[in-house]
């Protein structure tokens, strides 16, 4: 990857998973707006605060919806979200 992340920032790549109810219809991204987000590390930076996260690449964690800052590399979608927008990591 060309992206490299500075200070307390981390790069996530999105996950993101359509919602399908019990009878098979598929509601589209609008419907709940308040739903946070999960995505995976792809890229930590070297601040101090990020450290304190001990995050790894590779991890799955949870963000705000609209945390962050979208980027696209090669055609594909990420985020740079700075270490308090990251809420939890997903075990």
């Known amino acids: 990857m060309k992206l490299k992340p500075l ?11 359509e919602e399908v109810t019990k009878s098979g219809i598929v509601l589209p991204d609008t419907v709940d707006k308040e739903k946070k987000a999960e995505g995976k590390v792809i890229a930590i930076g070297s601040g101090e605060k ?8 590779g ?4 963000f705000g919806k609209y945390a962050g800052e979208d980027v696209s590399v090669d055609e594909v ?3 740079i979200l700075s270490d308090e927008d990251v809420l939890a990591v997903v075990e």
Not at 50 to 57: A, F, H, S, Y
Request: aromatic share 4%; net charge neutral.
């Open 59 to 62: 991890d799955k964690v949870i």
């Open 50 to 57: 990020i450290q304190k996260l001990n995050l790894k690449e």
């Open 7 to 17: 200070g307390n920032r981390v790069i996530v790549e999105q996950i993101t998973e």
């Open 77 to 79: 979608d990420y985020k």
